[in-house]
């Protein structure tokens, strides 16, 4: 299918096609990605796990060098049709800059995960206009069946569209434009690097885990002064979960921080988009053109 924007869509997989595991973040065990691999397979998917897929050094899942070596050789391997990270954490803004993606330019391939991966969607997207895939990771497969379900029929080239409820703070409105952003934390990390993105007519998605409240608010002031949030088509708003305070309360939620921030300009919002680090966790195809309407329901529709 031809893109507005022209983004590139990685070819679709089939049975028998080969994913390959990495964990370019945080340590992960055999034990814990075990029902992922049998998961994967059950699907018509061969497995190739990346050589130094249960390495550790401290947190992380071995050295630098060790993360970025797997990585890379998913990226080289040309029967490797798809990459998905084991899990997030913290680790892949330390070996964003040693990769060489001329491989994944001349043969795309899915590069599949979020939290932590946001560093890959956004530096992808900034640099090749390859679609990338937000979704759940081996370390969450079993914790939501609809979002591993919906994880594989996206694979497998069911473009996805998405009906959610009403939410009391939604701000209603039409909107297409191409899907970016994911992790708050990590978008605010990226800014004024290589990977950062320009989010100008683009609809910006954004999610998080476990920050304090007051930090919510600083990271949407980056991006507001920035000139981030001025220019954007729509902004759907996933999970924000278990959010910390002060002793001193700071007074609003989260999701009342967001709106706020963004009560001057005049484009959709919604909020209780079902990704990010909740129970579900729905497929986003980040660089992929969207149409975006908040009615009474609100939509996500990938063209």
Request: with cysteine; net charge neutral.
């Amino acid at each position: 299918m031809t893109r507005t924007k022209k983004s590139i869509t990685p070819a679709y997989l089939k049975p028998g096609d080969c994913i390959g595991i990495v964990a370019p973040a945080r340590k992960i065990s055999a034990e814990e990605l075990a029902p992922a691999i049998q998961e994967i397979e059950n699907w018509g998917l061969k497995v190739r796990l990346g050589k130094n897929i249960y390495a550790a050094r401290s947190q992380f899942a071995g050295a630098d060098e060790q993360r970025c070596t797997d990585f890379q050789d998913m990226l080289n391997d040309a029967e490797v049709k798809a990459i998905i990270a084991a899990r997030g954490g913290y680790g892949s803004v330390r070996i964003i800059d040693s990769l060489d993606f001329s491989s994944l330019r001349k043969n795309p391939k899915w590069i599949i995960g979020y939290s932590d991966m946001t560093v890959f969607h956004n530096h992808i997207h900034a640099h090749y206009g390859i679609e990338t895939l937000h979704a759940t990771m081996p370390i969450s497969f079993t914790k939501d069946a609809e979002s591993l379900s919906l994880l594989k029929k996206t694979l497998f080239g069911e473009n996805p569209e998405y009906w959610i409820g009403d939410h009391p703070l939604n701000r209603k409105g039409e909107a297409t434009g191409t899907l970016i952003g994911g992790n708050l934390s990590l978008l605010y990390s990226l800014a004024s690097t290589p990977s950062d993105i320009d989010t100008t007519g683009k609809i910006l998605f954004l999610e998080d885990l476990d920050e304090y409240l007051y930090h919510i608010d600083r990271m949407m002031m980056q991006l507001k002064r920035s000139g981030k949030l001025e220019n954007i088509m729509g902004l759907v708003i996933g999970g924000f979960s278990e959010m910390k305070d002060n002793t001193v309360p700071f007074g609003k939620t989260a999701e009342e921080i967001i709106l706020d921030t963004v009560k001057e300009y005049p484009y959709p919002v919604c909020f209780g988009f079902p990704a990010g680090h909740g129970v579900q966790n729905y497929p986003l195809v980040m660089g992929r053109e969207v149409a975006f309407s908040v009615k009474e329901k609100t939509s996500l529709r990938f063209l």
